[in-house]
C-alpha cells in the first residue's frame, strides 16, 4: 500500500489537465469539429513533433531566450545599481521620484515603435525593450530591499572606512541576497513575457512571431503547440531559478 500511495500522490495533480485534455479532444472532434479556430490536443502534439523534425522549434525558442536573457541581464545591472544607490541615499531618491514615477507606467509595447526606429527589427530591438520592462521592478524591489537592510551593518561599513563600491559589494549585496532573488525571478517573468509579446506584435522572430504565423496559415494545431511550449518554457525557467536560489540560500545559511 505505501507504493500504491506513492504512486498515486504522484498521479494526483494531472487528473485535472488529463481530463481537461480529454474533454477538449472530445469537443475539438464533435461539436467543434467544422471549426477553423479550434484543433484537438493530438494534432498539437503531431504539429509539436513536426517542429521538433524540422528544427523551427529549436531556433525559435534560442532566438526568444536569447532576447530575454540579454535583455534581463542588462536590466539587472542597471536595475540592482540604480536600487542600490537610491535606497542607501534619501536624497537621490527624493531627486529620481519624479523621473521614476513617470517613466515607470510607459508599457513597454508603447516601445515597439521607438525601438523600430532605432534598431530595425532584430535582436537590439527586442532585448532593449525587455531590458527597459524588467528594469523597473528590479530597481524598485532592490531599493526596498537596501532600505530593509540592518542599520547596524550600515555602520560597521562606516566605521572601518570602506569606499561605497566595497560597502555595496561586502556588505549590501550578501545581506539583500534572499530579497534579490525574489526580484531576479520577477524580472525573468517580466523578460519572457515581454520579449514573446514583441515577437507576437512586430518582431519577426522568435516563438511568438512562430505561433503568429500558426495563426495567419490557418493552422490551430501548430498555435496550441507553440503556446503549450511556451508554458512549458516558462514553467522550466521558474523551477531552475527556484532551484538556484534555493541552492544559494542554502549556500549562505539563509535556507535549511
Given at each position: 500500500m505505501g507504493s500504491v500511495g506513492v504512486i498515486f500522490r504522484w498521479l494526483r495533480p494531472w487528473w485535472f489537465p488529463v481530463i481537461a485534455l480529454?474533454?477538449?479532444?472530445?469537443y475539438?472532434?464533435?461539436?467543434?469539429?467544422?471549426?477553423?479556430?479550434?484543433?484537438?490536443?493530438t494534432a498539437?502534439?503531431?504539429a509539436f513533433l513536426s517542429?521538433?523534425?524540422?528544427?523551427s522549434l529549436f531556433s525559435a525558442t534560442a532566438f526568444t531566450l536569447g532576447a530575454a536573457a540579454m535583455g534581463l541581464l542588462l536590466a539587472a545591472v542597471l536595475g540592482i545599481a540604480s536600487g542600490i544607490v537610491l535606497g542607501l541615499s534619501k536624497r537621490t531618491a527624493r531627486m529620481a521620484f519624479f523621473s521614476i514615477e513617470v517613466f515607470r507606467p510607459v508599457p513597454s509595447v508603447a516601445l515597439i515603435p521607438l525601438a523600430m526606429l532605432i534598431f530595425g527589427f532584430g535582436l537590439r530591438m527586442e532585448f532593449s525593450i525587455v531590458a527597459f520592462?524588467?528594469?523597473?521592478?528590479?530597481?524598485?524591489?532592490?531599493?526596498a530591499a537596501v532600505q530593509q537592510v540592518e542599520p547596524r551593518l550600515l555602520e560597521v561599513s562606516h566605521v572601518l572606512g570602506l569606499s561605497p563600491m566595497q560597502r555595496a559589494f561586502k556588505i549590501i549585496l550578501p545581506a539583500i541576497v534572499p530579497r534579490?532573488?525574489?526580484a531576479m525571478r520577477l524580472g525573468v517573468s517580466v523578460a519572457l513575457v515581454v520579449a514573446v509579446t514583441?515577437?507576437?506584435?512586430?518582431?519577426?522572430n522568435g516563438m511568438g512571431y512562430a505561433m503568429m504565423i500558426a495563426q495567419q496559415s490557418m493552422d490551430p494545431g501548430l498555435m496550441l503547440a507553440w503556446l503549450f511550449w511556451i508554458g512549458v518554457v516558462g514553467y522550466t525557467i521558474n523551477v531552475a531559478a527556484l532551484s538556484l536560489e534555493r541552492w544559494v540560500g542554502r549556500?549562505?545559511?539563509?535556507?535549511?
Open positions: 480529454g474533454g477538449f479532444e472530445w475539438a472532434r464533435t461539436v467543434g469539429k467544422s471549426s477553423d479556430a479550434l484543433a484537438p490536443p498539437a502534439i503531431n517542429a521538433i523534425t524540422d528544427g520592462a524588467s528594469f523597473w521592478p528590479l530597481m524598485i524591489l532592490t531599493q534579490l532573488f525574489v514583441v515577437e507576437v506584435a512586430a518582431n519577426p549556500r549562505m545559511g539563509v535556507a535549511a
